[in-house]
Nanobody, 126 residues
């Protein structure tokens, strides 16, 4: 069982930056592909970004390309999501998810992830 704990959310102004963190309870975190999803009020959960086990390859949703950067630090069992130039439409609960069986063709699908954190709230005001 892998527990994921997100942090770093908060109330920010449009144009600000945030860095979200996700720390895993397992020392074998490097074996997992990891993704960030977000869910805005009244909306379905949507894929944001994913990173492969080694951290060498990342995939982003088109809506966040150029503003979001995902990275991982396996030595700390952690992944990060740097969000720049925040927009009101970035307001959502951001979830970290991990998969032991992640493959490229399905990494945007929430059903591919076995472990989820509780989420961290990001609110962007204008």
């Amino acid at each position: 069982q892998v527990q994921l704990v997100e942090s770093g959310g908060g109330l920010v102004q449009a144009g600000d930056s945030l860095r979200l963190s996700c720390v895993a309870s397992t020392s074998t975190f490097s074996r997992y592909g990891v993704a960030w999803f977000r869910q805005a009020p009244g909306m379905e959960r949507e894929f944001v970004a994913a990173i492969r086990r080694s951290g060498g390859v990342t995939t982003y949703a088109d809506s966040v390309k150029g503003r979001f950067t995902m990275s991982r630090e396996n030595a700390k069992n952690a992944v990060y999501l740097q969000i720049d130039s925040l927009k009101r439409e970035d307001t959502a609960v951001y979830y970290c998810a991990a998969s032991a069986t992640l493959i490229t063709s399905t990494l945007r699908m929430a059903t591919q992830y076995q472990y989820w954190g509780q989420g961290t709230q990001v609110i962007v005001s204008s």
